[in-house]
């Protein structure tokens, strides 16, 4: 039972003992420990966890100290409840029956009750404690940008003044903060060459929940919808979801092809500026290609315009949407992607009658993004901090880049790296005999994160012999001797199997 009062990793970057300690007394004040029950023995607790037994030890001693645990010889360590009765002013009355056995019965039915089972998809999956490895080539994560961290606190701080507050302090039901809307019109969408009236915009806790609600009103059985394959494995889930029949479309040096196969569907997912997951960027001709074939075939375009600001070479050309006259091309943006991930912040710019729509669907979900986080994001945009972040970004990204392609094509000849133009990782083909799984096992031995390519893959049997490697978060003078390493692991394979 105190394994959901851990689901949230420890932050590292505070003291472990004083998080633990935290967690454990609300688990207790929650009755999540039951009183009869002893808690974990410190070295079991601390391997499920992730943290030393000697950290447990400490925090058992502080809460013996505290009264809320008494030690028992050779038994363990119980809850007081005495203590914790003065504590919550109310009787502990947590005890085994019969009712605990039909609760478990009802548990068991529940697959039968359920209409999709989500966590049956196929996932990707990224360790909740990847800064513990040394070289980190994971995606989507970032490294700590001090100087935005403290502009952002400023800018939540201005939110809460007076001034701000009214803006966010009430329900604002359905709308959004009109503030951080008209940012995006004026600063964000002419980046892209875009153009948008406010009725067109909706703010969203990101680009994938904007997918999301998309895929909600436009997919369901009948359906045909387009996805790049290789392919953003999220996109793939939620247009599933629908109902929907799902479309491979194959994806060269040139991104998304555009094909057949793409004439037959209702819509298409499409990553143009760098392609989920080889960061190709899909070329001029291909783009007034998939345009005209969306007029030609009455096809909706969904565009997930992730990572344009990372182009290192050439001029970055606009949105896809910005080639679109029809109002075909529904447009699916992040303000937080490159920021904090963790912030959840995006939109949505369509055709308004489509907007009015999704707006609705969005009440019943959650009705509106957090207020406060859309005005504090309005105010960072506004002060051009959004802009200098990115070209910080941007600047160390490039560095690493360029790094990145001169050792792979010094210490991995025999792998072949996909050419881009920008982006935050590269996609990785192994040489003949390899497997995908196979080397990040081995490279983890090694400390090296790496993150199997097959899962992009549409298909029952997916190929098994590309990776993906992340480099946003990893120390730029950790990329070469990382790529050693995993040439060094490729190495061990093939001693094994000669």
Known sequence: MLDRYFIEPLDHGRRLQQQVHDRLVEAILDGGVPPHEPLPATRDLAERIGVSRNTVVLVYERL???????????R?????????????????DYRPTTLFRGDE??????????????????NIVKPANWRDYRYPFIYGQVTTD????????????LAGTPYHATAWVGDLIDADDPLLVEQIISRVLPQRGLKARPDQVLITIGSQNALYMVAQLLCGPGVRAGIENPGYVDARNILAATGAELVPLAVDANGVVVGPEIEGCDLAYVTPSHQSPTSVTLSLQRRIALVEAARRHDLLLIEDDYEHELNFIGAQRGALKSFDNSGRTIYLGSLSKALFPGLRLGFVVAPEPLVRELRALRRLMYRHPSAH??????????????????????????????????ELAARLPQCQATATTGGSAVWLRLPPGVDCWDLQRAAAKRGVLIEPGDIHFHGSQPPRHFIRLGFAAIAQDQ????????????????????
């Open 76 to 92: 363990g360590h119980f809850i007081n409840e005495q203590y914790v009765r003065q504590q919550l002013n109310v009787r502990l």
């Open 479 to 498: 990329i070469a001797p990382g790529l050693g390493e995993l040439q060094q692991a490729i190495d061990d394979l093939a001693r094994k199997d000669p």
């Open 105 to 122: 019965a009802a548990g068991r039915a529940w697959a039968d009750r359920l209409r999709q089972q989500p966590s049956l998809n196929r």
């Open 146 to 157: 001090k100087v935005s961290i403290a502009r952002w606190r400023d800018c939540t701080r």
């Open 373 to 406: 986080d859309q005005r504090a994001m309005a105010i960072f945009i506004m002060e051009g901090h959004l802009d200098a972040h990115i070209r910080r970004v941007r600047d160390q990204l490039a560095r690493k880049w360029t790094l990145m392609y001169r």
């Open 64 to 74: 013996v100290e505290d009264g809320y645990l008494t030690p028992v010889r050779r």
